[in-house]
């Protein structure tokens, strides 16, 4: 079973950046597609970005697309979000996560580990 456990999150002004970092444990992390979710107050959660379990396949949600970088170090069971040129649309607490039973997955239902969240505010 992996444990994911995020940090990074703050407040800065638009067009700054901020990189999003994923602690994960477990023995079988290596073997599990990862992504970053995202969910503003009063809207639903979304995907951000979506990770392959070799880093070699990645997902990027149109509105993120350009701007953000999902990647992962296995050898340190990280998984990281680059994510520049921020806008206030950005502003949501992001959530990691990991799905057991795919080596790749876009679909959020086939997600089923989170973490606790990290809150990204961007202020206009």
């Known amino acids: 079973q992996v444990q994911l456990v995020e940090s990074g999150g703050g407040l800065v002004q638009a067009g700054g950046s901020l990189r999003l970092s994923c602690a994960a444990s477990?023995?079988?992390?290596?073997?599990?597609?990862t992504g970053w979710f995202r969910q503003a107050p009063g809207k639903e959660r979304e995907i951000v970005s979506s990770i392959n379990w070799s880093g070699s396949t990645r997902y990027y949600a149109d509105s993120v697309k350009g701007r953000f970088t999902i990647s992962r170090d296995n050898a340190k069971s990280m998984v990281y979000l680059q994510m520049n040129s921020l806008k206030p649309d950005d502003t949501a607490i992001y959530y990691c996560?990991?799905?057991?039973?795919?080596?790749?997955?876009?679909?959020?239902?086939?997600?089923?580990?989170w973490g606790q969240g990290t809150q990204v505010g961007v202020a206009s």
């Open positions: 996560a990991a799905s057991s039973g795919k080596l790749f997955t876009m679909t959020p239902s086939d997600y089923d580990t």
């Open positions: 477990g023995r079988t992390f290596s073997r599990v597609a």
